[in-house]
């Protein structure tokens, strides 16, 4: 493959077994992790370039795969996901250039302190050292991976959807031909064939090679990692998110939170599933956010006083048990009402995946209440669930949204791709 100005795309998806790829992958570690912060910077600058010039052979390559059987049975959300852009391209190239703009991660002193022996310790940030990550959908991914990983030092090894695999394949190529040209390890970024399930049990069970495992999808994928994997997995998993309209919030800004959250783009993890009304303003206030939800093509169901607030203005279906804990990456939306701040807490401890939460609302002390009681990576007074990203939050990009505590929590940049060691100075001091 080729783009306009005939460049030739070398094929990225290693023909190596996936022990092999992840043992070059560990080889390359050993040298990006001690690259100076200039050659990995040089590394990032190109391939920002070189997506500039190759936008037409990317969006050749992400047409085919649009057109290809695999991708006929994907849902309009994960058709999104998948579909590049001139703009898409852009913004991808404009990550790339901000991740190369922030300061270098690895040497960063945390701590320094002499101990009473005389030796000087350092506590500083180092490399993992080869990241997998396994992806669904978005090729965009492929670029915020690697560029994070670049920077931070650790090899990837990357397994996206099969039915993205031209436009990964795409991708990775301009990834490894800029390493090239910065005089870095080409394998420092792997594309693995999408293979089947097989696949994914055996990168996840490469102990002393794979530092850390990212799968990026819902429960499904996030299942089937927990059943087989040895090394130690991240979860950038679902997200079930929640806004809260409290009884002292704004009509106009509840609306426009609300309507944002879903319907901004509603096939991400950080779009919102569920609205809870408080029972104060379920009658005032839910009528129009349910309807302006509605106008922009929301399908919208419900629990039982959920039903009643609406009445005959604006259709909302019956919610089942299942839907509360339903991502559905599309445009519908659960609504329940709930009788106190207390209660939304409770509610979205129950059923959310501990994603992203928000709450509407001018009262501080209900703010506060609903900020410490609620168990999420990112939690919003007044603003929308959509801000949690990488990029908005200054990381330059992100390689998915953990959900879980350790051991790192919300979106994971460059700091997240680093451990820890401790340095210690001394002039012959031995322990008696």
């Not at 990026?216 to 979860?235: D, F, N, Q, S």
């Not at 990203?389 to 460059?414: C, V, W």
């Amino acid at each position: 493959m080729a783009d306009a100005a005939g460049y030739p795309f070398r094929m990225a998806v290693a023909t190596r077994t996936i022990p092999e790829s992840c043992i070059a992958a560990k080889r390359a570690a050993r040298v990006l992790g001690r690259a100076p912060t200039a050659a990995k910077d040089a590394a990032l600058a190109a391939t920002a370039r070189l997506l500039d010039e190759r936008v037409d052979a990317i969006l050749e390559a992400n047409a085919a795969d649009l057109a290809d059987e695999r991708a006929a049975g994907l849902s309009e959300a994960l058709r999104d996901r998948l579909t590049l852009t001139p703009a898409r391209v852009a913004a991808m190239a404009e990550g790339v250039r901000a991740v190369a703009a922030l300061a270098d991660p690895v040497g960063e002193e945390l701590d320094y302190h002499t101990l009473d022996s005389g030796i000087d310790l350092r506590k500083v940030r180092v490399p993992l050292g080869v990241v997998g990550v396994i992806y669904e959908a978005r090729p965009n991914v492929t670029i915020d991976c690697a560029a994070l990983t670049i920077k931070s030092g650790n090899a990837i090894v990357l397994r996206g959807s099969s039915y993205a695999q031209r436009s990964n394949g795409a991708l990775a190529t301009i990834v490894r031909e800029a390493l090239e040209e910065a005089g870095l390890p080409e394998d420092s970024v792997l594309l693995l064939d999408s293979g089947d399930r097989d696949g994914l049990a055996e990168l996840a069970t490469q102990e002393g090679v794979v530092d850390l495992l990212i799968p990026r999808g819902g429960e499904g994928l996030k299942e089937a990692i927990k059943a087989v994997a040895t090394v130690p997995v991240m979860y950038a998993a679902a997200g079930n998110c929640h806004v809260y309209v409290h009884a002292d919030a704004d009509l106009e800004m509840a609306t426009r939170i609300a309507v944002n959250a879903k319907v901004q783009r509603p096939g991400v993890c950080n779009a919102a599933e569920k609205l809870l009304l408080d029972e104060a303003i379920a009658a005032s206030h839910g009528p129009t956010i349910l309807a302006a939800l509605a106008a922009e093509g929301v399908e919208l169901i419900g629990d039982a006083r959920a039903r009643a607030v609406a009445g005959e203005s604006v259709a909302i279906g019956e919610a089942g048990e299942g839907d509360w804990d339903t991502e559905y990456l599309a445009l519908k939306m659960a609504v329940a009402v709930v009788d106190s701040v207390d209660e939304a807490i409770d509610h979205i401890n129950a059923h959310g995946t501990g994603h992203s939460e928000a709450i509407v609302t001018e009262d501080a002390q209900a703010a506060d209440a609903f900020v410490a009681g609620v168990d999420a990576a990112a939690v919003y007074v007044n603003a929308s669930t959509r801000f949690t990203d990488g990029f908005e939050y200054g990381m330059g990009a992100e390689i998915g949204n953990s959900t879980q505590k350790l051991h790192a929590r919300g979106p994971i940049g460059m700091r997240e791709l680093t451990t820890t060691k401790y340095v210690g100075r001394g002039s012959g001091q031995v322990r008696g």
